[in-house]
């Protein structure tokens, strides 16, 4: 089945220990996306690739980077967790080109539970 | 600026009852409306995408409303069992192209 993969599906980082997480799609979607949720709160989105075309949200911190060497795989990597970045990371893909009854749905893995030691 | 709102935060209903969820947004330009499932600790499961120019989509026990004149849609679950229980999310995405989410309404279904 075509579907978004995340690995880890629980990480544990040290306090200020870069950590990275991967995102792979079978899908074939064009863009993808990195979400940061918290416990009870809506997804907060981090920043999105359009092909390569990297879309940075303006209050990421610089601490979150991103990588997208193909359009299977996506990469996000914190350079120094803080304790305060404890929590659930998503992936997603979507496409403006497919079926019209699909046209640009989103489509979520399983997430990544991070904890800061 | 879109905001979207779900109310309520919290609903507890008996197995068997159907329901309705609401999720109102307050630009009515908007391309597309999703609802999601999640489950405790898991990601996000789309449920139903409605695009702007549809009224509604179904699927299974599951039918999806949009109004965009009224800001408005209702996800609104038949034969409700207790598998159902999850918080649902509505997202829209609005003129900038951007997913605009509101906070969920957490769904339980007592057996």
């Known amino acids: 089945d075509a579907m978004v993969i995340q690995n880890p599906r629980y990480q544990v980082t040290q306090f200020g220990k870069p950590v990275t997480l991967s995102c792979s799609q079978t899908?074939?979607?064009?863009?993808m996306y990195w979400y940061q949720q918290k416990s009870s709160q809506a997804p907060k989105l981090l920043f999105h690739?359009?092909?390569?075309?990297?879309?940075n949200e303006a209050d990421t911190p610089d601490n979150f980077q991103s990588r997208r060497p193909n359009t299977s795989f996506c990469f996000l990597d914190i350079r120094s967790p803080g304790l305060g970045d404890a929590a659930m990371y998503l992936c997603?893909?979507?496409?403006?080109?497919?079926?019209?009854?699909?046209?640009?749905?989103?489509?979520f893995g399983p997430g990544t539970r991070l904890t800061v030691l | 600026k879109q905001e979207v709102t779900q109310i309520p935060a919290a609903l507890s209903v008996p197995e068997g009852e159907n329901l309705v969820l609401n999720c109102s947004f307050t630009d009515s330009a908007i391309y597309n409306l999703q609802w999601f499932r999640q489950d405790p600790g898991k990601g996000l499961t789309s449920l139903l995408l409605?695009?702007?120019s549809q009224r509604e989509q179904t699927s299974g026990r599951l039918n999806a409303s949009l109004d965009k004149s009224s800001g408005r849609s209702t996800l609104y679950i038949a034969a409700s069992q207790p598998g159902d229980s999850a918080t649902y999310l509505c997202a829209v995405r609005d003129s900038n192209y951007q997913l605009i989410w509101g906070a969920g309404t957490k769904l339980i279904i007592k057996p």
């Open positions: 899908l074939n979607h064009n863009v």
């Open positions: 409605i695009q702007s």
């Open positions: 997603a893909t979507s496409s403006p080109f497919v079926a019209s009854g699909s046209y640009n749905e989103q489509f």
């Open positions: 690739y359009y092909d390569k075309d990297f879309n």
